[in-house]
C-alpha cells in the first residue's frame, strides 16, 4: 500500500467547474506539498502546508492533520489549469533533514 | 523560472554506460534534492545534499552517487546503466528546514 494515496488518479471537467482532489497519507508528516507538471515534465510547487487553508488565486489548499487527508481545490477551471496535480509528503529523514514521498499524481483534463 | 538549473535537458546514451547530471540551485540555496521520475514507479525521492554534506538517502541504488560541490552545484553520476534507468531526473534546491522545494525543469534520460 502507497504511503500517499490521490484520488481521482484522472479527471475530466468542462471550463468553468469547480474541481476537488484528494491526497491521503499514513505517515506522520510535518508538511505537505501540492505539485502541478505539465506534459513538458516541469514540476511546479504550488502549495506547502502543515495546518489550515492557503489559497493562491484561483487554487485552494487545505489539511486536516488528525484525519491525515489534503485536498486540493481550484475554481472556475480553465484549459490551462490542465496538468498532472501531485501530492506530497514531507517527513524526517534524519537530524535535520526531511524527505518526500509522493502520490501517483491525478491528470487533470479541462475541456473547452 | 524557478532557479534552479539542469543540465543536459536531454541525454541518450546505452545499457552500460556511465552519464553524469549536473544542478545548480537556486542562488542562497543550501539544499539540493534529486528524484526520479519513471512511468512505473512515479516520483521516487533518490539523495539529499546540504552544504556539501548528504543528508538523506531514499531510494537509491549502489551504481547511483552523488556529491556537492563547494560552490553548491550537485552531480548525480549514474553507472552500469540499464534499461530501466530510463527516466526524469529532476533537481530541487531549499533553503533547509522548513523552506519549501523548487525544481528545475529535470533531465530525461533515455537508454538504448
Known amino acids: 500500500k502507497n504511503e500517499v494515496e490521490q484520488s481521482p488518479q484522472n479527471l475530466t471537467a468542462q471550463e468553468g467547474e469547480f474541481i476537488t482532489i484528494n491526497c491521503s497519507y499514513s505517515v506522520g508528516i510535518s508538511a505537505l506539498h501540492w505539485l502541478q507538471q505539465h506534459p513538458g515534465g516541469g514540476i511546479v510547487s504550488l502549495f506547502m502546508?502543515?495546518?489550515g487553508k492557503k489559497k493562491h488565486g484561483r487554487l485552494i489548499a487545505t489539511i486536516n492533520i488528525q484525519e491525515k487527508h489534503s485536498s486540493l481545490h481550484i475554481t472556475a477551471s480553465h484549459p490551462r489549469d490542465s496538468a498532472v496535480y501531485i501530492c506530497a509528503v514531507r517527513s524526517r529523514s534524519g537530524a535535520g533533514s526531511y524527505q518526500l514521498t509522493f502520490g501517483k499524481g491525478t491528470k487533470l483534463s479541462v475541456i473547452p | 523560472d524557478s532557479g534552479v538549473t539542469q543540465t543536459p535537458k536531454h541525454l541518450i546514451t546505452a545499457t552500460g554506460q556511465r552519464v553524469t547530471l549536473r544542478c545548480s540551485p537556486r542562488?542562497?540555496?543550501?539544499?539540493v534534492y534529486w528524484y526520479q521520475q519513471s512511468l512505473d514507479q512515479g516520483l521516487q525521492f533518490l539523495i539529499q545534499y546540504y552544504n556539501g554534506e548528504e543528508r538523506a538517502k531514499g531510494n537509491i541504488l549502489e551504481r547511483f552517487s552523488a556529491q556537492q560541490f563547494p560552490d553548491l552545484h550537485s552531480e548525480l553520476n549514474l553507472s552500469s546503466l540499464e534499461l530501466g534507468d530510463s527516466a526524469l531526473y529532476f533537481c530541487a534546491s531549499s533553503g533547509g528546514g522548513d523552506q519549501p522545494q523548487h525544481f528545475g525543469d529535470g533531465t530525461r534520460l533515455s537508454i538504448l
Open positions: 542562488s542562497g540555496d543550501l539544499s
Open positions: 502546508l502543515s495546518s
